[in-house]
Structures are given as structure tokens and as C-alpha cells.
């Protein structure tokens, strides 16, 4: 077990298990569910919707020229039109990188000490046959759209483990990764007004990297209370109530500023000229 992440040969995974590939030289990395037969389900874009500027529509390009060519499984790539979730061999999910588990239930030291996020968590999995159920669920029913932040593939994978989703308003998903992301921005920035305290470079750079493990750990779906289990064949609902909730905040928001807009043209004086 590193401190970066834990690489593991093809010999050491086991069905059931949340793996991982770093991509672009530890830039970010890529989540699936091994469910044996050297097969991968995991998460990425619809297929309509490729285009794009994140690393998810990098994943689903590639994943679909690799799984029109690959040699090992000719049901490798399969994709329901309107889903995210893909099923490929571990040899297309990789591509070429390195193997790596994903870690439930580490001690809280194990999991402050790990230098990036997306690697562990302090919440526990559930056995391998419930976990596979879900991969294969969702891969037949969705996972819902894709969102870099809110639902990503290391979210997939962490619901498949744990069965946990957030039950509360939309915001940032279970994902390690991206909270890391977040983390180290706000880590900085909350950290400024703690210069004052910090004795010269050493000490602005410990308060900054204490701020960051404290809002990892925060995140974690091991800790965090906004969260609870889910049952898969329930989980169609539970997304499109947040759907709903989501698109009908958008438009309370988009008719406030139409009001306010409306309420300050009515209240504009009117220019008159002086005889």
C-alpha cells in the first residue's frame, strides 16, 4: 500500500473489486468495477455526447475505437445507446497503464496520510456478489448523466462498493478525485488569512497542506452525513428526483433574475428635459 495509490498485479484482483488506471502521467484517473473473466464495467459519457473538453470524452472516444478493434472479447464495448456504463475487457480499460485497487475501509491516519485523492476511502464495501450485481444493473439501466464533479466514474464505482449516494441537494459528488481537485484551490485560499501565523514559506505551506487533508477527509463517504444506501433497483428514481430538483433550481434562478431585471427597469427614473 503506497502512499500515491496501490498497485496491484492482474493475479491480485478478484471479482468485485474497484480498480484503476492513472491517465496523461497521474493527471487523473480512470475507475471501473472488475467483475471477472478479465472484464471491466465502468462509467464514462453517453454515446451522443462525446464532444467536449474533459478527460471523460478522451476515455469515451478511445473506449470505443479500442472496443471495435479488440481482439479478446467480441462483446467488448457494449453500451445501451442512452447509458454511460460500458462493459470492456481489462485490456481496453487499462490501455496500456498500470493496475490499480482501490482501498475501503483504511484507518482515518492511512487515509490523511495517501497524497491524493481518488486511491481509498474510510467507508466499507460491501461482499462481491452484491457489488457486481449492481455493476450489472446499471450497466442494463444507467448511472444517469455523466458530470466531472457530481457523477463521475469513481462515483460509479464507490456506489457499486458501498450502495452510498448523497441524499441531499446536488453538489459535489462521493468522488475522491474531484474533491482533491476543489481541495487544493480552497485549501490555499482558505489558508491566506493564516499568514499571519505561519513562520515564513515552511510554515504557510503546512497550514495550506493541513487545510487540504482536513477537507479530503470532510469528503469522504466513509464520514460524511448527507449520504445513505440506495438500493440499485431504486436508483432510477433517486436520480431523477435529483435531476428534477437540479433543473428546477436552475429555473427558480433564471425567473429570479428575470424579476429583479424587470423590477429595476420598472423602477429606472425617466429623464426629463428643463424648459
Not at 441531499?168 to 501565523?197: C, M, N, R, W, Y
Request: with cysteine.
Amino acid at each position: 500500500m503506497g502512499l500515491l495509490s496501490n498497485r496491484v498485479e492482474r493475479s491480485e484482483i478478484r471479482p468485485g473489486d474497484h480498480i484503476y488506471t492513472w491517465r496523461a502521467v497521474y493527471a487523473y484517473s480512470h475507475h471501473g468495477i472488475y467483475v471477472g473473466g478479465s472484464k471491466v464495467v465502468h462509467f464514462t459519457r453517453k454515446k451522443e455526447a462525446e464532444s467536449g473538453s474533459d478527460s471523460s470524452n478522451s476515455t469515451s472516444s478511445l473506449l470505443l475505437e479500442a472496443s471495435s478493434e479488440c481482439p479478446t472479447f467480441p462483446d467488448c464495448g457494449f453500451q445501451l445507446p442512452d447509458s454511460g456504463v460500458v462493459l470492456t475487457c481489462l485490456d481496453c480499460f487499462l490501455r496500456n497503464g498500470s493496475l490499480y485497487c482501490f482501498e475501503y475501509g483504511v484507518p482515518s491516519a492511512v487515509f490523511l496520510a495517501k497524497l491524493r485523492g481518488g486511491t481509498c476511502t474510510t467507508a466499507q464495501s460491501d461482499p462481491p456478489e452484491v457489488v457486481i450485481h449492481r455493476a450489472m444493473y446499471l450497466l442494463q439501466n444507467g448511472f444517469g448523466n455523466y458530470d466531472i464533479f457530481e457523477n463521475n466514474c469513481e462515483d460509479f464505482a464507490l456506489y457499486c462498493k458501498t450502495g452510498l449516494l448523497p441524499v441531499d441537494e446536488p453538489g459535489i459528488g462521493t468522488s475522491g478525485q474531484a474533491s482533491s481537485a476543489i481541495g487544493v484551490p480552497l485549501a490555499a485560499l482558505l489558508s491566506t488569512p493564516l499568514k499571519l501565523f505561519a513562520a515564513g514559506p515552511f510554515g504557510m505551506a503546512t497550514v495550506t497542506a493541513g487545510m487540504y487533508c482536513a477537507g479530503r477527509y470532510i469528503t469522504d463517504i466513509g464520514v460524511r452525513k448527507d449520504v445513505a444506501k440506495i438500493e440499485v433497483e431504486s436508483l432510477s428514481s433517486h436520480l431523477g428526483r435529483r435531476l428534477i430538483e437540479d433543473e428546477g433550481s436552475v429555473n427558480i434562478r433564471c425567473m429570479d433574475g428575470a424579476a429583479i431585471s424587470g423590477a429595476a427597469q420598472r423602477k429606472k427614473p425617466s429623464l426629463r428635459l428643463c424648459q
